[in-house]
T-cell receptor, first 110, second 115 residues
Framework: KNEVEQSPQNLTAQEGEFITINCSYS?????LHWLQQHPGGGIVSLFM???GKKKHGRLIATINIQEKHSSLHITASHPRDSAVYIC????????????FGQGTRLTINP | DTAVSQTPKYLVTQMGNDKSIKCEQN?????MYWYKQDSKKFLKIMFS???????INETVPNRFSPKSPDKAHLNLHINSLELGDSAVYFC??????????????FGPGTRLTVL
């Protein structure tokens, strides 16, 4: 079992819908990242969280350290939000490398 | 100006060849990384350098050798390429140490196909 699990693996929704992507992890962490990988392949960092909640435009990320769980929400979704969303955690042990989830492929239809 | 650049973008080569991928960042960051993304889109760390010093070396075959001539460059050389090396390789950089909590900035990726 991977240390970082995302759900769902695939998500298709209509434009305007509220989207939630979940990430659960099994290790102690110092930070959690949400990344977006565009259909063209480029990767962009969206958020880095160690507690609480962050908001950027229509994107909101939350983390619950006790439950080892984070969610990424997209409000008023748009076709341009279609991408793969990747959760990654920085473990507090070892070399503190980033460990990635398998990604959630989001498709927003017009 | 591109923050993290990689060359080449595409690389098609025969099994057994030796090839290099170059990465440069103009952000003044101290730490650089190489990641491999397999056909299932899983990203995995391969190496990390901080100020030209190797700090993360995952379980990667020793056919892969990173080289950091200065803190703005981290190149990846691969000897005796195998079919299983086919993947997209991403370079990234971050301001501080790999153990810190900095945002990472990714290059555009290099798609390597081994025939």
């Amino acid at each position: 079992k991977n240390e970082v699990e995302q759900s769902p693996q695939n998500l298709t929704a209509q434009e305007g819908e509220f989207i939630t992507i979940n990430c659960s992890y099994s290790v102690g962490i110092s930070a959690l990242h949400w990344l977006q990988q565009h259909p063209g392949g480029g990767i962009v960092s969206l958020f880095m969280l160690s507690s609480g909640k962050k908001k950027h435009g229509r994107l909101i990320a939350t983390i619950n350290i006790q439950e080892k769980h984070s969610s990424l929400h997209i409000t008023a979704s748009h076709p341009r939000d279609s991408a793969v969303y990747i959760c990654a955690v920085r473990s507090i042990i070892g070399a503190q490398k980033l460990v990635f989830g398998q990604g959630t492929r989001l498709t927003i239809n017009p | 100006d591109t923050a993290v650049s990689q060359t080449p973008k595409y690389l098609v080569t025969q099994m057994g060849n030796d090839k290099s991928i170059k990465c440069e960042q103009n952000l003044g960051h101290d730490t650089m990384y190489w990641y491999k993304q397999d056909s299932k889109k899983f990203l995995k760390i391969m190496f990390s350098y901080n100020n030209k010093e190797l700090i993360i070396n995952e379980t990667v075959p020793n056919r892969f050798s990173p080289k950091s001539p200065d803190k703005a460059h981290l190149n990846l050389h691969i000897n005796s390429l195998e079919l299983g090396d086919s993947a997209v390789y991403f370079c990234a950089s971050s301001p501080g140490l790999a153990g810190g909590t900095d945002t990472q900035y990714f290059g555009p990726g290099t798609r390597l196909t081994v025939l």
